[in-house]
């Protein structure tokens, strides 16, 4: 069973930075890709960023030039730092992680952005 527990979300100011964390129970290395989600009120959750078991990276067109996933894989963490942050980033943002074709999620960490 993967766990995932997320941290570091809060209030923040319009162009200011948070940085979340998701520590994983395991080895991220047995993950094919480990990454973050977003949802807001009423709308689906979307892919944020995510990175795969190789190192490659993909990121939401919204989120590019500002935000960066990135792993420490002695600690089993995955990080992903936002900068600039606008209130349209405001989202319960939830890390995910795909092993043997099943993913599995944390229970979201709140960032609300105000302008």
């Known amino acids: 069973q993967v766990q995932l527990v997320e941290s570091g979300g809060g209030l923040v100011q319009a162009g200011g930075s948070l940085r979340l964390s998701c520590a994983a129970s395991?080895?991220?290395?047995?993950?094919?890709?480990i990454g973050w989600y977003r949802q807001a009120p009423g709308k689906q959750r979307d892919l944020v960023a995510r990175?795969?078991?190789?190192?490659?990276?993909n990121y939401a067109d919204s989120v590019k030039g500002r935000f960066t996933i990135s792993r420490d894989n002695a600690k089993n963490r995955v990080y992903l730092q936002m900068n600039s942050l606008k209130p349209e980033d405001t989202a319960v943002y939830y890390c995910n992680a795909l092993k043997w074709g099943n993913d599995y999620w944390g229970q979201g960490t709140q960032v609300t952005v105000f302008s």
């Open positions: 990175i795969t078991s190789i190192g490659s990276t």
């Open positions: 395991g080895s991220i290395f047995s993950f094919a890709a």
